[in-house]
C-alpha cells in the first residue's frame, strides 16, 4: 500500500471519502459516516444521554443500527430513523428494539414526529439528507425546537466544497451559517471537531439557551 504519511490532507480527503462510500459498514450492514465523527457523536450521546436521537437520512441503516446499539450501552434512548425511501434498510436495522422508521419527507413529518417524543423528551438530532442549503435549513428550522439546553444537533457534510469538492453548493456549511445568524441560543462547537479531519465542519451546534 502506498505511503500517504507525506501526503497533503486535500490529497488524502478524497481517498477517505472513497472508503466512506464504498467499503464502510457497521457490523456488516452499509454506513456512510466518517468514523472520527461517530467517535465524536458516542461521546455527545454519552455526554447529553437524549431519550431520543433523530436520525433524518437512514440510506441503508448502518449508522441507525449504531446508534440503537449505543443506546443499549448506555442503558437509555430511541432512534427515530427518518428518510424519503426506507427500500434500502437492512433487516437487522428494522428487528432492533430501539429503532423505530419512519418513511417521508422529514419537514413535512414534523407533526408525526412530535407526536412521537413525551413532552420534555431529551432529544438530539442528526440531519443526514439531501445536503442541499434549502433542505438543510429548513430542517434546522423545524427541528432545532426538539433539542434541550445543552444538547447538540448535529448536521453532517459541510465539508461538500469545504474540503470535498462534491454535494450541492451551496449545501450544509452554508445553512449552518445562515441558521446560526438568525438563531441566537445555538452556537458552534468547534471543540467536537478536535480530531480535525471532520466531514460536518461547523456541523456540531449546541444549544445554549
Not at 32 to 45: A, G, H, R, S, T
Request: charged content about 20%; hydrophobic content about 40%.
Amino acid at each position: 500500500m502506498k505511503d500517504f504519511l507525506e501526503e497533503k490532507l486535500s490529497s488524502i480527503l478524497p481517498i477517505i471519502q472513497a472508503r466512506i462510500m464504498e467499503n464502510t459498514t457497521w457490523f456488516g450492514v452499509k454506513t456512510l459516516k466518517n468514523p472520527f465523527d461517530f467517535w465524536v457523536y458516542q461521546e455527545i450521546l454519552y455526554q447529553q444521554q437524549p431519550d431520543f436521537i433523530i436520525e433524518i437520512g437512514v440510506r441503508f441503516g448502518g449508522s441507525t443500527l449504531a446508534l440503537g446499539q449505543l443506546c443499549e450501552l448506555i442503558g437509555k434512548g430511541k432512534v427515530i430513523g427518518i428518510d424519503i425511501s426506507l427500500a434500502d434498510v437492512s433487516e437487522r436495522v428494522w428487528g432492533h428494539p430501539r429503532i423505530n422508521l419512519v418513511e417521508g419527507d422529514a419537514c413535512s413529518l414534523v407533526d408525526e414526529i412530535k407526536g412521537l417524543i413525551p413532552e420534555g423528551g431529551n432529544v438530539l438530532v442528526i440531519e443526514d439528507s439531501s445536503h442541499t442549503f434549502e433542505n438543510t435549513l429548513n430542517v434546522l428550522q423545524k427541528y432545532s425546537t426538539f433539542i434541550p439546553v445543552g444538547g447538540y444537533f448535529i448536521v453532517e457534510d459541510g465539508i461538500c466544497h469545504h474540503g470535498l469538492n462534491t454535494g450541492p453548493k451551496p449545501g450544509p456549511y452554508e445553512a449552518t451559517e445562515a441558521f446560526i445568524k438568525e438563531t441566537p441560543n445555538f452556537i458552534i462547537d468547534s471543540q467536537k471537531e478536535d480530531f480535525l479531519v471532520t466531514w460536518n465542519p461547523h456541523g456540531y451546534l449546541r444549544r445554549i439557551f
